[in-house]
């Protein structure tokens, strides 16, 4: 059974950082494209970021050079790491694997980022 729990969420400063977790089970991290999406108050659900099999990482526009995706095969874990956050960056963040014909997502974790 394929279990995704993320972690790591807490309220922020502007400008400051946090590293959100993604701790996998029934599935190996380092064999799945995985991915991390938010979820904004009101707003839909939008991608953060993935990152291939093969280690590549890919990110939205409003993230690139302030956020970025890794994976720790020993502990199979997926990470978030987010510097220079805003307010706009304010959103439950989930974790996400594809297999085959099955979406799994993880409960979410909750950042807020205000003064």
């Known amino acids: 059974q394929v279990q995704l729990v993320e972690s790591g969420g807490g309220v922020v400063q502007p400008g400051g950082s946090l590293r959100l977790s993604c701790a996998a089970s029934g599935i190996i991290v380092s064999k799945n494209r995985m991915g991390w999406y938010r979820q904004a108050p009101g707003k839909q659900r939008e991608l953060v970021g993935t990152?291939?099999?093969?280690?590549?990482?890919n990110y939205v526009d409003s993230v690139k050079g302030r956020f970025t995706i890794s994976r720790d095969t020993a502990k199979n874990a997926m990470y978030l790491q987010m510097n220079s956050l805003k307010p706009g960056d304010t959103a439950e963040y989930y974790c996400r694997v594809d297999l085959f014909t099955t979406v799994y997502w993880g409960k979410g974790t909750l950042v807020t980022v205000s003064s």
């Open positions: 990152i291939t099999s093969g280690g590549s990482t």
